[in-house]
């Protein structure tokens, strides 16, 4: 059973800075993809940042500039850092993980971690 444990959420003021970690129990050399997902109250999940094995990174139009995602194979941790967060980045973050099959794909998911933006 794979499990995702995120942390390194927090308040911040806006501009500062965070950086998430997401420690996989297993090896991230098994994953087809990572990502980094938010969720605001009263609003849908949406995809921050993902990377594939295959090192091609995709980010929302909302954070190009700002977020970074980073890999540690040796650690088995995938990180994102965010620079010039902004009020608006207030969500619960969580870390997701895609093994593709031939006819399915599987998703696992961590617990989420708060990320707060306010002065």
């Known amino acids: 059973q794979v499990q995702l444990v995120e942390s390194g959420g927090g308040l911040v003021q806006p501009g500062g800075s965070l950086r998430l970690s997401c420690a996989a129990s297993g090896s991230i050399f098994s994953f087809n993809a990572m990502g980094w997902y938010r969720q605001a109250p009263g609003k849908e999940r949406e995809l921050v940042a993902a990377?594939?094995?295959?090192?091609?990174?995709n980010y929302a139009d909302s954070v190009k500039g700002r977020f970074t995602l980073s890999r540690d194979y040796a650690k088995n941790t995938l990180y994102l850092q965010m620079i010039s967060l902004k009020p608006e980045d207030t969500a619960v973050y969580y870390c997701n993980a895609k093994r593709t099959y031939i006819n399915s794909n599987l998703n696992y998911w961590g617990q989420g971690t708060q990320v707060t933006v306010s002065s």
């Open positions: 990377i594939t094995s295959g090192r091609t990174t």
